[in-house]
């Protein structure tokens, strides 16, 4: 798992146009990405997701418009089982806004995957790695709150 707190955005930006543009930009280092992001909003989660292409699908976020959010993190990983995983954890973890759903049905999904999508990782593994898992997340998000 990498993450990456390089880019460093404008202090407080409040017109949407330039927020986006910026954040056009912030997405081009995650062409071909495999991992997680969350949407932000004033620093908080509102979306959780994953992606084998997360520039194609943050760029997807921007242009659709549904989801209101002003910043995004990512952590990359390699494995797809894994971050199908993660992505349970952390929405049953944060309840994001947009992701009501999967949120209230979200332990009933991991307990029901195949034990073919555990392979290449445990069940156990997944649920022990996932304080470390929140606490990333929530360093990243401490960390993009700096970046605009």
Same mark, same amino acid.
């Given at each position: 798992?990498?993450?990456?707190?390089?880019?460093?955005?404008?202090?407080?930006?409040?017109?949407?146009?330039?927020?986006?543009?910026?954040?056009?930009?912030?997405?081009?280092?995650?062409?071909?990405?495999?991992?997680?992001?969350?949407?932000?909003?004033?620093?908080?989660?509102?979306?959780?997701?994953?992606?084998?292409?997360?520039?194609?699908?943050?760029?997807?976020?921007?242009?659709?418009?549904? +989801?209101?959010?002003?910043?995004?993190?990512?952590?990359?990983?390699?494995? +797809?089982?894994?971050?199908?995983?993660?992505?349970?954890?952390?929405?049953?973890?944060?309840?994001?806004?947009?992701?009501?759903?999967?949120?209230?049905?979200?332990?009933?999904?991991?307990?029901?995957?195949?034990?073919?999508?555990?392979?290449?990782?445990?069940?156990?593994?997944?649920?022990?790695?996932?304080?470390?898992?929140?606490?990333?997340?929530?360093?990243?998000?401490?960390?993009?709150?700096?970046?605009?």
């Amino acid at each position: 798992m990498k993450f990456d707190t390089s880019t460093k955005l404008p202090l407080k930006i409040n017109n949407v146009g330039k927020i986006k543009m910026i954040l056009k930009e912030k997405i081009k280092q995650y062409r071909n990405c495999l991992g997680i992001y969350c949407l932000l909003k004033d620093d908080e989660i509102v979306y959780i997701g994953q992606s084998s292409n997360i520039y194609v699908r943050l760029l997807e976020h921007l242009v659709d418009e549904i +989801k209101e959010f002003d910043n995004f993190i990512c952590i990359e990983n390699e494995s +797809k089982t894994l971050i199908e995983i993660e992505e349970v954890l952390l929405i049953n973890h944060f309840k994001p806004i947009y992701n009501k759903l999967m949120a209230n049905n979200s332990f009933t999904f991991l307990n029901t995957l195949p034990s073919i999508c555990f392979k290449d990782v445990s069940k156990e593994r997944c649920l022990n790695d996932k304080d470390f898992l929140i606490g990333l997340i929530e360093l990243k998000i401490k960390e993009a709150s700096n970046e605009i």
